[in-house]
């Protein structure tokens, strides 16, 4: 058989849209990245514990007080584990995700319901991004878009859009066609019977494959850690490359508890939406007649006075603690750095984390801000050049990174070498 190869031609195309299309991947990554700020300074900015008291709230509105209880529990001890940050810097990451994959997906559904040539021109392209490996999905967004929050957006939510159009379809079409032809007869606009006969009756199924998008969307946020994009994704990736057995225990524990919760109050969501899942919800109350108390759900007006009363005081104390910081950065005014944001990215290797982390105390002393990500070699020299990341310390030229320096030599400046002479040897035992 002759060769076929078309690899060059993915490459040209690449560099093209890079060179190119550089604007629109800059305005994307200025929308998702300002998405994501604004979500995370809502979720980690208050205290850990009134946090997990808005969270337990709502358990309580949705599911009843155990629910509610073992909700407090859980993100307790992920603040115990001092990964709460990390915590809800994946939970941001999950929101925004499964919000934007949710807004594309429910109307390519209805769509796609209402249109047998939609359906079967979806269908492939459905079928390649639910079968395409996770990883792949991370190439194109760290080539267009760098290290960082942007590419594991975009890769969630290309990932965990199929179940969503998928199951909106199903829903639809599984509405009783009788009922259909009977808003139909009564004078019933197409478009009002979609909102008041279709969708109502189909809203179980729909819930059911946004509950898969968030699942899914949350699987490929950790994923997303080997592209920097944090949270608990970068600690369980850290754990792996390191062989930190105790690490990966506790950061899979908080990835299982952020999973337990979100698909617990996602199912039961669909008793206050869906008109089927509120009957249930009736019949099975009415048919508690034991501990009522233990199936108690407050209602909506109840909830919500609970969150905001919360949110307020997590808000004050969050102005109260910023205003000691500033007179604390006010009194260190005369710091070399002032406070200034450096990203520096290092490769799970032990002379690297130990140099990036001398830097790291280094920086911090004369006042400046450093933010760590652990990146494998590919992301790190791209991040670099594309100026996500500052600086690395642990280039091994000219032989081990020699390709990536041939590809990004001409954005990137060489300060030299901090230790040598070295050699590369082959030991047997």
Known sequence: MPRFSFGAWVEDAVDWLQSNLTWIFDAIKTVL?????????????????????????????????????????????????????????????????????????????????????????????????????????????????????????????????????????????????????????????????????????????????????????????????????????EKVYAAITQLQVGLAAESGIAVVILAMYLDRMTGALNERVSPLGRRAAAKAAAGARRLKFAHYKPGTAVAMTGVVVLALVAGGLNIAGSSDDSKGSQA???????????????????????????????????????????????PLYSGVARGDIDFQTDAWLPTTHKDYWDKYSDQLEDYGSWYGPTSLELTVP
């Open 332 to 378: 260190a005014a005369g710091d070399i750095g002032k406070g200034q944001k450096i990203n520096m990215g290092y490769i799970p290797w032990d002379e690297g984390i130990a140099s990036t982390f001398l830097w790291k105390e280094i920086l911090e002393q004369r006042g400046f801000s450093p933010d760590i990500t652990q990146l494998d070699a590919g």
């Open 33 to 233: 990245g300002g998405m994501y700020d604004g979500v995370d300074a809502v979720l980690g900015g208050g205290a850990p514990l009134l946090m997990a008291g808005i969270f337990a709230v709502v358990a309580f509105w949705l599911r009843g007080i155990v629910p509610a209880v073992l909700t407090f529990a859980g993100f307790a001890l992920i603040d115990s584990l001092a990964l709460w940050d990390e915590a809800m810097a994946t939970l941001s990451l999950v929101v925004v995700a499964a919000v934007i994959t949710i807004v594309i997906a429910v109307p390519l559904g209805i769509w796609a319901a209402r249109n047998s040539k939609v359906s079967a021109a979806l269908r492939p392209v459905l079928d390649v991004m639910q079968t395409m490996p996770a990883f792949v999905y991370l190439i194109p967004g760290v080539m267009f878009f760098g290290v960082g929050v942007t590419p594991g957006v975009i890769a969630t939510i290309v990932f965990a859009m199929p179940p969503g159009v998928r199951m909106t379809e199903l829903g639809i079409r599984q509405v009783d066609g009788e009922l259909v032809e009977a808003a139909e007869a009564f004078g019933t606009t197409p478009k009002h019977t979609l909102t008041r006969v279709q969708l109502p009756l189909a809203l179980p199924t729909i819930m059911a494959g946004i509950n898969q998008v968030i699942m899914l969307a949350l699987s490929m946020v950790v994923i997303g850690g080997m592209a920097g994009a944090g949270g608990l994704g």
